[in-house]
Every structure is written in structure tokens, then in C-alpha cells.
């Protein structure tokens, strides 16, 4: 699958979005079976998934953010929470002298707490920025598909993330998620310890669980969902 957005500068002067979608990532261990970019790419997915559906402009993915909770698993690799804030403030700026005004962050990975401030922040003097998906659209999702789990049991490469990847990029899953479920259990100290505190593999969940249907299922929800923030930034999900 191309994680990247293939429009063309002749393409968005025809479309004229109002709203961009900016996928943010990071790239931290999900195991023995998910690469690095797996939250790069769930992210991506959902903006793909969105921008076939609304008149947006879907931007390339911040590939990097703060997985400092990962630290002791081998390959990750994390930036400060005042970069992301600063390359995301950037990307605003830009955003608007091109006449777009309104942005839309699709969090791939839970960690990027600043993000809640970025949104906080942005909308003091109006309607600007949302957050994608929030608690409630993951929630909507899980429901929609069925998943066996619920949000806090399956915090980490578990069945949620597995089962997009089995339906957008099953070429990225690799053998070993059938027999890799781990409950992490109450995780109190999680920003104080890290995940290594809770899991020897690096995985909270249930990714034996996982299927390319769930998943499917689950971007559909998400779609559907969108429409709510479209609304919320005083902007129609009509092209």
C-alpha cells in the first residue's frame, strides 16, 4: 500500500479543500509481528479512508512523536513534545497562507498527549483544529466491529491495530500474533516506569483476535464518525 497522498497541486486548486487532514504517527516497537510504522500507517489508513469520503486535504504523515514510554524496546525512536508542537504549528501557519484554515489530526498512537493541548489551544478564538479519532470513535469502532476487547485491556498491538493492518496491510503483519496476548493489568506508573514496567514483549492486548473483517469494519465506523468533526469546525462534509 502507498502510505503517501499521490494529488497533485492541480488537484487541490480544482478541489479547494477547507480542511486539511494531517496523519501523526510515530515509530515505536508493536511486538514481534507489527513494524515500527505501525501507527504511521494506521494513521495513514484513516486519512485515506477519509479523504475518499470528504472534500479534505489529506497531507504525508509526521512519522515520529513521543514514545518515550517505549524507550527500552530496541528500534524505537521519539522526539520532544515542544517539536511536535512546533512542526504541527508550522504546518498551520503554511496551511493558512494557502487560504486552508481548518486541520484535522489523525492520532495513530495514544502517547502524543500534547496533541489535546495543540487542539486546546488552537480553538480559543474559534472552531480551527480537531482531534481524530477520540475516545468515543474508538469506542463506536470497536462496537461496530465486534472486537472481543475493550480499550484498556487492548492498549498496544493488540486486535484493534492488528485487524486494520490485516484489512488495509496484511504485507505488514508479520507470524506471531496469534500466540502474543498479554493482559498489562492496571498500569498506574505507565509514564513513570514505561511499558516495559508492564509487558517483557511489548504488547497490552489481544491481537490473536485480530481479522481483516474487524478491521475493515472498524475504518467504516471511523469514516462515518468524521462527519461529526467536519461539523464541529463549521465546515459541511458535502464536496
Not at 40 to 58: K, M, N, W
Amino acid at each position: 500500500m502507498n502510505l503517501l497522498p499521490t494529488a497533485t497541486s492541480t488537484d487541490v486548486q480544482d478541489q479547494q479543500p477547507r480542511v486539511a487532514v494531517l496523519p501523526v504517527g510515530s515509530f515505536e516497537q508493536h511486538g514481534r509481528y507489527l513494524p515500527l510504522i505501525t501507527d504511521t500507517a494506521i494513521a495513514c489508513i484513516i486519512g485515506q479512508e477519509i479523504a475518499d469520503a470528504y472534500p479534505v486535504h489529506l497531507l504525508p504523515p509526521i512519522t515520529m512523536s513521543c514514545s518515550h514510554e517505549h524507550a527500552a524496546f530496541p528500534g524505537t525512536v521519539s522526539i520532544s513534545a515542544k517539536t511536535l508542537y512546533a512542526v504541527i504549528d508550522d504546518i498551520r501557519d503554511s496551511l493558512a497562507r494557502s487560504g486552508i484554515t481548518k486541520l484535522v489530526i489523525v492520532n495513530g498512537h495514544g502517547g502524543n498527549y500534547v496533541l489535546s493541548n495543540i487542539v486546546q489551544e488552537a480553538n480559543v478564538d474559534g472552531p480551527a483544529v480537531s482531534l481524530f479519532p477520540l475516545g468515543a470513535d474508538w469506542d463506536r469502532a470497536r462496537d461496530h466491529a465486534g472486537l472481543v476487547s475493550d480499550r484498556h485491556a487492548d492498549m498496544h498491538a493488540g486486535e484493534i491495530e492488528t485487524s486494520i493492518l490485516l484489512h488495509a496491510a496484511p504485507e505488514f503483519v508479520r507470524d506471531g500474533n496469534a500466540d502474543a496476548d498479554h493482559d498489562g493489568g492496571p498500569r498506574p506508573f505507565l509514564l513513570v516506569q514505561g511499558m516495559s514496567a508492564y509487558t517483557k514483549s511489548g504488547v497490552i492486548g489481544y491481537p490473536s483476535y485480530g481479522s481483516g473483517v474487524k478491521g475493515k469494519a472498524v475504518l467504516k465506523s471511523l469514516q462515518v464518525s468524521f462527519a461529526e468533526h467536519i461539523k464541529a469546525l463549521g465546515e459541511t462534509a458535502a464536496g
